[in-house]
Nanobody, 124 residues
Framework: QVQLVESGGGLVQAGGSLRLSCVASGRTFSNSAMGWFRQAPGKEREFVATVSWSGGSTYYTDSVKGRFTISRDNAKNTVYLQMNSLKPEDTGVYYC?????????????????WGQGTQVTVSS
């Protein structure tokens, strides 16, 4: 069974850090771009960050630039999201996703496989 499994979420105070991981199983996604999205209560799922198949290209939504870093280890079939200087507005369920193509994408429509999500809560 092909699946993505996220981990690393939790409760953290504002200004703190978390590192999310997303492990793919059932097939390799080394030729696919990967992305992180988040969904706050009562809001639509939104783009956070994406990385190209090689890891050489990354792109972030403006609100996390300079604070979050996306990376990948294709040998481990794993994608990471390092989140620093967390703010209460970063609270939400964070989802990992695999794209149909090789380059980074911000559109949710480019992603074909999703994980179950991991909760991130930032307290003030």
């Amino acid at each position: 069974q092909v699946q993505l499994v996220e981990s690393g979420g939790g409760l953290v105070q504002a200004g703190g850090s978390l590192r999310l991981s997303c492990v793919a199983s059932g097939r390799t996604f080394s030729n696919s771009a990967m992305g992180w999205f988040r969904q706050a209560p009562g809001k639509e799922r939104e783009f956070v960050a994406t990385v190209s198949w090689s890891g050489g290209s990354t792109y972030y939504t403006d609100s996390v630039k300079g604070r979050f870093t996306i990376s990948r280890d294709n040998a481990k079939n794993t994608v990471y999201l390092q989140m620093n200087s967390l703010k209460p507005e970063d609270t939400g369920v964070y989802y990992c996703a695999a794209a149909r193509g090789a380059f980074g994408y911000s559109s949710i429509n480019e992603y074909i496989l999703w994980g179950q999500g991991t909760q991130v809560t930032v307290s003030s």
